[in-house]
């Protein structure tokens, strides 16, 4: 079945470093890519996404890349701050009979270090 | 706005017994979904609904049931719990299934003894 490999699992770097997290997906018909930010105790909420037809979104620190051919995403996030402090989820999203199915990777939990 | 609402925030159970989880949306979205979140697994899904009176399984179903007799409200049930479903249960709707951000309820934190 459909399947989206997250790595790594934590992640620790220095306030004002950068930050990468990577993704994999399985299903080649998967064509939307959003990134969820869940801080300690609170829900997720979505930080960035593409869609297939992008190979790059950039809002302000943060970014995603997307490879189709490899089918590798990856979220940077450019100087870090402590309040960049969270656990991040990678998805991705494949037309399923008339619904478009959304797979979660394991998650990152990253830790800005002032 | 209220967004998505969860009630309870916190639940303690005993194996066998019954409870059920209730989810409200006031964005008149069509999509709504059950997630259960455990450590270092993630999110999976266990139930959704395309819209009002339908319901399909997810990844993660067994165990559970659900209803969505009113557009803005989606119930999870536990018939029998079992210490497995020890877990946070997130919420989440969406206007369509494609290309849209899910908003997510708080979670509810469910033990079972």
């Known amino acids: 079945g459909e399947n989206v490999e997250q790595h790594p699992s934590t992640l620790s770097v220095q306030e004002g470093d950068s930050a990468v997290i990577k993704c994999t997906y399985s299903d080649s018909a998967s064509n939307y890519f959003p990134w969820y930010k869940q801080e300690l105790g609170k829900r997720p909420q979505l930080i960035i996404d593409?869609?297939?037809?992008?190979g790059e979104k950039k809002d302000q620190r943060i970014a995603v890349t997307l490879n189709k051919t490899a089918k590798h995403f990856s979220l940077h996030i450019t100087e870090t701050q402590p309040e960049d402090s969270a656990v991040y989820f990678c998805?991705?999203?494949?037309?399923?009979?008339?619904?478009?199915?959304?797979?979660f990777g394991a998650g990152t939990r990253l830790a800005v270090h002032p | 706005n209220a967004g998505v609402t969860q009630t309870p925030k916190f639940r303690v159970l005993k194996t066998g017994q019954s409870m059920t989880l209730l989810c409200a949306q006031d964005?008149?979205?069509?999509?709504m979904y059950w997630y259960r979140q455990d450590p270092g697994m993630g999110l999976r899904l266990i139930h959704y609904?395309?819209?009002?009176?339908?319901?399909a399984k997810g990844e993660v179903p067994d165990g559970y049931n659900v209803s969505r007799l009113k557009k803005q409200n989606f119930l999870l049930g536990l018939e029998s719990a079992a210490p497995s479903q020890t877990s946070v249960y997130f919420c989440?709707?969406?206007?369509?299934?494609?290309?849209?951000?899910?908003?997510f309820g708080p979670g509810t934190r469910l033990t079972v003894l």
């Open positions: 998805a991705a999203s494949t037309p399923s009979g008339g619904y478009n199915k959304l797979i």
């Open positions: 964005m008149n979205h069509e999509y």
């Open positions: 609904s395309v819209g009002e009176g339908t319901t």
């Open positions: 593409i869609r297939s037809n992008v």
């Open positions: 989440a709707s969406t206007e369509t299934s494609a290309y849209n951000e899910q908003f």
